[in-house]
């Protein structure tokens, strides 16, 4: 079956530009999750999505960063003002149910900030 | 604030076998998770433990202490396509979606 995708695979944009990367969780996970991975890094955790709230987005650097799921299944992580202490992978996962769930995640999208 | 301390890089022989050690200090331990990533691709699920003890799954194990904040990851019969990072992460009690992952283990296997 499908896994999680996230499109671009790959964006490079100029600083104080906007971007939206998208993530397409596994069909019937109700739980989805942002992370950015710096090289050399373990994921940070971003916000999570239990359906088509925000459950947690304590882990949002700043009023940059913003991310929706208005369906409950596809979301979009809004980067406005880009600067490139952005630059890294953003990685999305997704899981049926939350505590102790296995979270599967997409291949990522690099984004590079000139 | 949670702290999770990993080995930088490992080193090992393939066939042989080699322990990854995590330990963390965190207020509100729910769980541990441990997950392999191969370099420019996604984490991938190893394991997870809540409970204390020792978590066979073929060639890996995961072994948790609560008590002690340690967990190690056990490989046995390593294979060259074993190298990579493996990565330790935490879930807490009230957040317990959230993941808190440490900086990872580079592991190397070598002929």
């Known amino acids: 079956g499908a896994g999680v995708s996230q499109t671009p695979s790959n964006k490079v944009t100029e600083k104080g530009k906007y971007v939206e990367l998208r993530c397409d969780p596994i069909?019937?996970?109700?739980?989805l999750y942002w992370y950015r991975q710096s090289l050399g890094q373990g994921p940070e955790f971003l916000i999570y999505f239990q359906g088509t709230g925000a459950a947690d987005d304590s882990g949002l650097p700043n009023d940059r960063f913003f991310a929706v799921r208005p369906e409950g299944s596809v979301s979009t992580l809004k980067i406005q003002r880009t600067e490139r202490g952005d630059s890294a992978v953003y990685l999305c996962?997704?899981?049926?149910?939350?505590?102790?769930?296995?979270?599967?995640f997409g291949p990522g999208t690099r984004l590079t900030v000139l | 604030g949670q702290n999770i301390d990993q080995p930088t890089e490992m080193t090992a022989t393939e066939g042989a076998i080699v322990q990854i050690n995590c330990t963390y200090q965190?207020?509100?331990?729910?769980?541990l998770f441990w997950y392999q990533q191969h370099a420019g691709e996604a984490p991938t699920f190893l394991s997870y433990?809540?409970?204390?003890g020792l978590e066979e799954k073929g060639r890996f194990s995961s072994f948790l202490s609560r008590s002690k904040g340690y967990s190690y990851l056990l490989l046995k019969e390593l294979q060259m396509k074993d190298s990579a990072s493996y990565l330790c992460?935490?879930?807490?009690?009230?957040?317990?979606?959230?993941?808190?992952f440490g900086t990872g283990t580079r592991l190397q296997v070598t002929l």
């Open positions: 433990n809540v409970l204390d």
């Open positions: 069909s019937g996970h109700t739980a």
């Open positions: 996962a997704s899981s049926e149910g939350t505590s102790g769930n296995e979270q599967f």
């Open positions: 992460a935490v879930s807490l009690t009230g957040t317990a979606s959230k993941l808190t």
């Open positions: 965190t207020s509100g331990f729910n769980g």
